[in-house]
Protein backbone atom coordinates (compact mmCIF):
# COMPACT_ATOMS: atom_id res chain seq x y z
CA UNK A 1 0.00 0.00 0.00
CA UNK A 2 0.78 3.49 -0.64
CA UNK A 3 2.48 5.89 1.77
CA UNK A 4 -0.48 8.36 2.37
CA UNK A 5 1.39 12.06 1.69
CA UNK A 6 0.54 14.32 4.31
CA UNK A 7 -1.17 18.11 3.18
CA UNK A 8 -1.50 21.13 4.73
CA UNK A 9 -4.13 23.32 3.93
CA UNK A 10 -3.19 26.99 5.12
CA UNK A 11 -6.24 28.66 4.14
CA UNK A 12 -9.52 27.34 4.99
CA UNK A 13 -12.53 28.65 6.96
CA UNK A 14 -13.32 26.04 9.25
CA UNK A 15 -15.11 28.63 11.39
CA UNK A 16 -17.83 29.69 9.10
CA UNK A 17 -21.04 27.96 7.59
CA UNK A 18 -21.78 25.18 6.75
CA UNK A 19 -18.45 23.74 7.52
CA UNK A 20 -18.65 25.03 11.64
CA UNK A 21 -22.34 23.16 11.65
CA UNK A 22 -20.73 19.77 10.60
CA UNK A 23 -16.97 20.04 12.03
CA UNK A 24 -16.59 16.82 12.95
CA UNK A 25 -17.27 15.30 9.92
CA UNK A 26 -15.32 18.19 8.15
CA UNK A 27 -12.31 17.10 10.23
CA UNK A 28 -12.86 13.70 10.21
CA UNK A 29 -13.02 13.45 6.13
CA UNK A 30 -9.52 15.87 5.76
CA UNK A 31 -7.60 13.81 8.28
CA UNK A 32 -8.74 10.44 6.57
CA UNK A 33 -7.58 12.06 3.11
CA UNK A 34 -4.23 12.86 4.03
CA UNK A 35 -4.71 16.97 6.09
CA UNK A 36 -2.17 16.96 9.01
CA UNK A 37 -2.57 20.67 9.16
CA UNK A 38 -4.93 23.41 8.74
CA UNK A 39 -4.62 27.05 9.17
CA UNK A 40 -8.02 29.00 9.83
CA UNK A 41 -7.63 32.53 8.39
CA UNK A 42 -9.29 35.65 10.09
CA UNK A 43 -12.04 37.93 8.90
CA UNK A 44 -13.01 40.27 11.58
CA UNK A 45 -10.79 40.14 13.90
CA UNK A 46 -10.43 37.01 16.34
CA UNK A 47 -11.44 33.06 15.18
CA UNK A 48 -13.79 32.21 17.73
CA UNK A 49 -12.91 28.80 19.70
CA UNK A 50 -15.05 25.49 19.10
CA UNK A 51 -12.75 23.64 21.17
CA UNK A 52 -10.11 23.34 17.96
CA UNK A 53 -7.92 20.09 18.26
CA UNK A 54 -4.01 20.60 18.41
CA UNK A 55 -3.51 20.18 14.18
CA UNK A 56 -5.54 23.09 13.89
CA UNK A 57 -4.22 26.75 14.20
CA UNK A 58 -6.16 30.17 14.05
CA UNK A 59 -4.71 33.70 12.48
CA UNK A 60 -6.15 36.76 13.56
CA UNK A 61 -6.87 39.59 11.41
CA UNK A 62 -9.33 41.97 9.41
CA UNK A 63 -10.15 41.10 5.78
CA UNK A 64 -9.80 44.03 3.26
CA UNK A 65 -13.33 43.29 1.90
CA UNK A 66 -15.07 44.04 5.34
CA UNK A 67 -12.82 46.71 6.96
CA UNK A 68 -15.29 49.64 6.23
CA UNK A 69 -16.52 50.22 9.40
CA UNK A 70 -13.30 49.31 10.96
CA UNK A 71 -11.34 52.27 12.40
CA UNK A 72 -7.36 51.57 12.12
CA UNK A 73 -6.89 53.17 15.53
CA UNK A 74 -8.60 50.42 17.06
CA UNK A 75 -6.88 47.29 15.89
CA UNK A 76 -4.03 46.83 17.91
CA UNK A 77 -6.51 47.44 21.07
CA UNK A 78 -8.73 44.72 19.43
CA UNK A 79 -6.01 42.74 18.56
CA UNK A 80 -5.17 42.76 22.44
CA UNK A 81 -8.09 41.89 23.40
CA UNK A 82 -8.08 38.10 21.18
CA UNK A 83 -7.41 35.33 23.87
CA UNK A 84 -5.56 32.84 21.90
CA UNK A 85 -2.14 32.93 20.36
CA UNK A 86 -2.30 33.48 16.57
CA UNK A 87 -0.21 31.44 14.01
CA UNK A 88 -0.65 34.32 11.20
CA UNK A 89 -1.77 37.86 10.95
CA UNK A 90 -4.25 38.25 7.92
CA UNK A 91 -6.22 38.08 5.80
CA UNK A 92 -5.06 41.84 5.06
CA UNK A 93 -4.29 43.26 2.04
CA UNK A 94 -6.14 45.12 -1.00
CA UNK A 95 -9.04 44.25 -2.87
CA UNK A 96 -10.13 46.14 -5.96
CA UNK A 97 -12.98 44.64 -6.32
CA UNK A 98 -14.26 45.01 -2.99
CA UNK A 99 -16.89 47.63 -1.90
CA UNK A 100 -14.50 49.73 0.29
CA UNK A 101 -11.95 52.81 -0.70
CA UNK A 102 -8.30 51.65 -1.60
CA UNK A 103 -7.07 54.17 0.75
CA UNK A 104 -9.05 53.31 3.63
CA UNK A 105 -8.43 49.33 2.95
CA UNK A 106 -4.58 50.62 3.00
CA UNK A 107 -5.19 52.07 6.54
CA UNK A 108 -6.26 49.11 7.76
CA UNK A 109 -3.93 46.61 6.04
CA UNK A 110 -0.62 48.68 7.71
CA UNK A 111 -2.01 48.30 10.89
CA UNK A 112 -1.94 44.62 10.50
CA UNK A 113 1.37 45.36 9.07
CA UNK A 114 2.61 47.04 12.34
CA UNK A 115 0.75 44.07 14.30
CA UNK A 116 2.78 41.55 12.51
CA UNK A 117 6.15 42.98 12.86
CA UNK A 118 5.53 43.75 16.46
CA UNK A 119 4.52 40.19 17.35
CA UNK A 120 6.96 38.49 14.74
CA UNK A 121 4.10 36.84 12.73
CA UNK A 122 3.32 35.92 8.93
CA UNK A 123 1.29 37.36 7.22
CA UNK A 124 -1.60 35.91 5.30
CA UNK A 125 -2.33 38.23 1.95
CA UNK A 126 -5.52 38.65 0.38
CA UNK A 127 -4.99 40.73 -2.88
CA UNK A 128 -6.98 41.67 -5.88
CA UNK A 129 -5.55 44.34 -8.38
CA UNK A 130 -3.36 46.95 -6.63
CA UNK A 131 -0.53 44.58 -6.84
CA UNK A 132 1.87 47.06 -7.34
CA UNK A 133 0.44 49.49 -4.27
CA UNK A 134 0.72 46.41 -2.31
CA UNK A 135 4.04 45.55 -3.08
CA UNK A 136 5.22 48.84 -2.69
CA UNK A 137 3.45 48.78 0.86
CA UNK A 138 4.97 45.06 2.00
CA UNK A 139 8.27 46.56 0.93
CA UNK A 140 8.00 49.43 3.09
CA UNK A 141 6.43 47.71 5.99
CA UNK A 142 6.51 44.10 6.04
CA UNK A 143 10.31 42.99 5.26
CA UNK A 144 11.61 40.35 7.07
CA UNK A 145 8.32 38.61 7.65
CA UNK A 146 6.94 35.78 5.63
CA UNK A 147 4.10 36.55 2.75
CA UNK A 148 1.76 33.91 2.02
CA UNK A 149 -0.06 35.65 -1.13
CA UNK A 150 -3.61 33.53 -0.34
CA UNK A 151 -5.43 31.85 -3.86
CA UNK A 152 -2.89 33.59 -6.13
CA UNK A 153 -4.56 34.92 -8.90
CA UNK A 154 -1.69 37.49 -10.78
CA UNK A 155 -0.45 37.19 -14.00
CA UNK A 156 3.44 35.59 -14.22
CA UNK A 157 4.90 38.99 -14.09
CA UNK A 158 3.12 40.33 -10.80
CA UNK A 159 4.12 37.31 -9.57
CA UNK A 160 7.60 38.16 -9.65
CA UNK A 161 7.66 40.92 -8.68
CA UNK A 162 6.30 39.10 -5.09
CA UNK A 163 8.83 36.11 -5.34
CA UNK A 164 11.55 38.13 -5.77
CA UNK A 165 11.07 39.67 -2.53
CA UNK A 166 10.44 35.86 -0.90
CA UNK A 167 6.94 35.59 -0.95
CA UNK A 168 4.98 32.44 -0.68
CA UNK A 169 2.50 31.74 -3.69
CA UNK A 170 -1.28 29.78 -1.91
CA UNK A 171 -2.93 28.07 -4.67
CA UNK A 172 -6.58 26.71 -4.32
CA UNK A 173 -9.26 25.17 -6.63
CA UNK A 174 -9.26 28.03 -8.77
CA UNK A 175 -5.60 26.83 -10.34
CA UNK A 176 -7.90 23.51 -11.56
CA UNK A 177 -11.01 25.27 -13.56
CA UNK A 178 -11.13 24.37 -16.98
CA UNK A 179 -11.04 28.53 -17.95
CA UNK A 180 -8.09 28.97 -16.11
CA UNK A 181 -5.18 30.35 -17.90
CA UNK A 182 -3.15 32.55 -15.85
CA UNK A 183 -2.97 30.80 -12.47
CA UNK A 184 -1.65 27.43 -13.97
CA UNK A 185 1.34 29.36 -16.04
CA UNK A 186 2.06 30.48 -12.50
CA UNK A 187 2.06 27.75 -10.61
CA UNK A 188 3.69 26.00 -13.31
CA UNK A 189 6.62 28.62 -13.35
CA UNK A 190 6.72 29.39 -9.56
CA UNK A 191 10.13 27.80 -7.59
CA UNK A 192 9.05 24.77 -5.95
CA UNK A 193 10.13 26.13 -2.22
CA UNK A 194 7.93 29.02 -2.60
CA UNK A 195 4.61 26.89 -3.58
CA UNK A 196 1.77 26.55 -0.95
CA UNK A 197 -1.67 24.94 -1.12
CA UNK A 198 -4.92 25.83 0.24
CA UNK A 199 -8.31 24.99 0.05
CA UNK A 200 -10.35 28.13 1.18
CA UNK A 201 -13.11 26.25 1.87
CA UNK A 202 -15.89 26.54 1.77
CA UNK A 203 -15.35 28.33 -1.36
CA UNK A 204 -13.47 27.26 -4.59
CA UNK A 205 -14.15 24.06 -4.89
CA UNK A 206 -12.38 22.16 -7.64
CA UNK A 207 -14.50 21.70 -10.55
CA UNK A 208 -14.55 17.70 -9.92
CA UNK A 209 -16.00 18.35 -6.17
CA UNK A 210 -18.82 16.71 -6.03
CA UNK A 211 -20.74 19.70 -3.86
CA UNK A 212 -20.73 23.53 -3.74
CA UNK A 213 -19.21 23.48 -0.16
CA UNK A 214 -15.80 22.98 -0.60
CA UNK A 215 -13.47 21.06 2.24
CA UNK A 216 -10.05 20.63 3.19
CA UNK A 217 -10.87 17.11 2.56
CA UNK A 218 -10.56 18.38 -1.31
CA UNK A 219 -6.90 19.92 -0.73
CA UNK A 220 -5.16 16.44 -1.98
CA UNK A 221 -6.65 16.30 -5.28
CA UNK A 222 -5.71 19.98 -5.64
CA UNK A 223 -2.47 18.86 -4.86
CA UNK A 224 -2.17 15.75 -7.12
CA UNK A 225 -3.45 18.71 -9.86
CA UNK A 226 -0.56 21.07 -9.20
CA UNK A 227 2.01 18.40 -9.33
CA UNK A 228 0.45 17.09 -12.92
CA UNK A 229 1.00 20.18 -13.81
CA UNK A 230 4.77 20.43 -12.60
CA UNK A 231 5.19 17.00 -13.56
CA UNK A 232 6.40 15.54 -10.25
CA UNK A 233 4.82 12.89 -8.09
CA UNK A 234 2.51 14.14 -5.75
CA UNK A 235 4.50 12.65 -2.91
CA UNK A 236 7.25 14.37 -3.91
CA UNK A 237 5.21 18.08 -3.87
CA UNK A 238 3.68 17.16 -0.88
CA UNK A 239 6.97 16.76 0.93
CA UNK A 240 8.06 20.02 -0.56
CA UNK A 241 5.28 21.86 0.74
CA UNK A 242 5.44 20.55 4.34
CA UNK A 243 8.89 21.79 4.36
CA UNK A 244 7.76 25.00 2.79
CA UNK A 245 5.28 25.50 5.82
CA UNK A 246 8.28 24.18 8.22
CA UNK A 247 9.95 27.30 6.68
CA UNK A 248 7.90 29.59 7.74
CA UNK A 249 6.39 27.82 11.16
CA UNK A 250 8.98 25.55 12.27
CA UNK A 251 7.02 23.96 14.83
CA UNK A 252 4.57 22.66 12.85
ZN1 LIG B 1 -10.24 33.25 2.63
Not at 71 to 87: H, K, L, S, V
Not at 190 to 206: G, V
Request: aromatic share 8%; hydrophobic share 45%.
Amino acid sequence: MNELARWFDTHCHLDVEPLVDDLRGVLDRAWAAGVRRILIPAIRGPVADHGWPPWIDRAWGIHPGICAEIDPETIARRFADRDYQPRAIGETGLDTLADVPLDHQEQVFRAQLALARTHGLPLILHVRGAWERTLAILREAGRGLPWLMHSFCGSWEVAQGFLREGAFLSFSGSLCRPTARKTPRVARLAPAARLLLETDAPDLAPPWWPTRTNEPAALPSIGRFLAELRGIPATDLANQIENNVKSVWPDW
